[in-house]
């Protein structure tokens, strides 16, 4: 939740700052050149960034649910071969 907030309060900062900064400028990459508002340049790589973010969040979350199942499974198999041991040792004779 505290996440959330502190987001929230960052993308409110990068707006105001976007606002205040509406001057017209030159991008120009490579040959490609064009003239835009600061504020779209601003909050375009703010989002482009974000979506990055959100991207790599979302890769190690599918790999850590990927290794919580594995880990499941074995200790599946595990209980079941402790409970065959179980059952063996039961039915086994008491020597003493």
């Known amino acids: ?7 929230f309060i ?3 900062l990068v707006a105001i700052f976007a606002v205040q ?5 030159t991008v120009t990459f490579l ?5 835009t508002s600061l504020v779209i340049i601003i909050l375009g790589s ?15 979350q599918f790999r850590l649910r990927r290794a919580l199942r594995k ?8 209980e079941a071969e402790n ?3 179980r059952a063996g040792q039961e ?4 020597n003493q």
């Open 1 to 7: 939740m505290i996440n959330l907030l502190l987001a």
């Open 10 to 12: 960052f993308a409110f």
């Open 21 to 25: 900064n509406s001057l017209p400028v």
């Open 31 to 35: 040959t490609w050149g064009f003239q």
């Open 46 to 60: 703010a989002t482009f960034g974000a979506m990055i973010i959100l991207s790599l969040a979302m890769l190690v």
């Open 71 to 78: 880990a499941q499974q074995v200790q599946q198999q595990l």
């Open 83 to 85: 409970r065959e041991l």
């Open 91 to 94: 039915t086994q004779p008491q």
